[in-house]
């Protein structure tokens, strides 16, 4: 098997549930209260979708070799904001997602196994959207609006 299929098989994981509740199913039905709502120093669920756009879609320019603008952060901690509202950010990460699955199955093998890496770099982007979604996961059970039917029931 080979870059491509296993990039094709954690894509699909993180847009439909797999082994873990995929992107998709953790944002699910949130209303903009429940995605902005905070318990301590947690993030919410909406500057932890909103660092996964500033980071997918740059990463998504790069692969498709638009220049990416240098932006001025001085600390990753910078990246979680709530600049976009809940139902913009909801349906961006998931355009970026789809852009993400539709580029990868259409992609020569040598283009993800190339001196750029980017099957290493795509193998490490999946596993942080992974482990944001755990975040948003446990933040929904928290608050009391995870709905078992979206997985994960304990």
């Given at each position: 098997?080979?870059?491509?299929?296993?990039?094709?098989?954690?894509?699909?994981?993180?847009?439909?549930?797999?082994?873990?509740?995929?992107?998709?199913?953790?944002?699910?039905?949130?209303?903009?209260?429940?995605?902005?709502?905070?318990?301590?120093?947690?993030n919410s669920i909406l500057e932890i979708v909103n660092h996964l756009i500033f980071y997918n879609e740059r990463?998504?320019?790069?692969?498709?070799?638009?220049?990416?603008?240098?932006?001025?952060?001085?600390?990753?901690?910078?990246?979680?904001?709530?600049?976009?509202?809940?139902?913009?950010?909801a349906e961006h990460i998931q355009e970026i997602m789809a852009e993400w699955r539709d580029l990868i199955k259409?992609?020569?093998?040598?283009?993800?196994?190339?001196?750029?890496?980017?099957?290493?770099?795509?193998?490490?982007?999946?596993?942080?959207?992974?482990?944001?979604?755990?975040?948003?996961?446990?933040?929904?059970?928290?608050?009391?609006?995870?709905?078992?039917?979206?997985?994960?029931?304990?």
């Amino acid at each position: 098997m080979g870059a491509k299929s296993v990039l094709n098989e954690q894509m699909n994981a993180l847009h439909k549930n797999h082994w873990f509740v995929s992107l998709t199913n953790a944002i699910e039905g949130l209303t903009p209260e429940q995605a902005s709502w905070k318990q301590g120093d947690f993030n919410s669920i909406l500057e932890i979708v909103n660092h996964l756009i500033f980071y997918n879609e740059r990463y998504l320019n790069r692969f498709k070799k638009i220049p990416v603008s240098p932006k001025n952060i001085s600390s990753i901690k910078e990246t979680f904001t709530d600049h976009q509202n809940w139902n913009e950010a909801a349906e961006h990460i998931q355009e970026i997602m789809a852009e993400w699955r539709d580029l990868i199955k259409g992609s020569e093998e040598s283009c993800l196994n190339n001196e750029e890496n980017w099957n290493i770099i795509l193998a490490n982007f999946t596993v942080h959207v992974a482990y944001h979604v755990g975040q948003i996961v446990l933040l929904r059970k928290l608050q009391g609006s995870w709905n078992e039917a979206y997985g994960v029931s304990k």
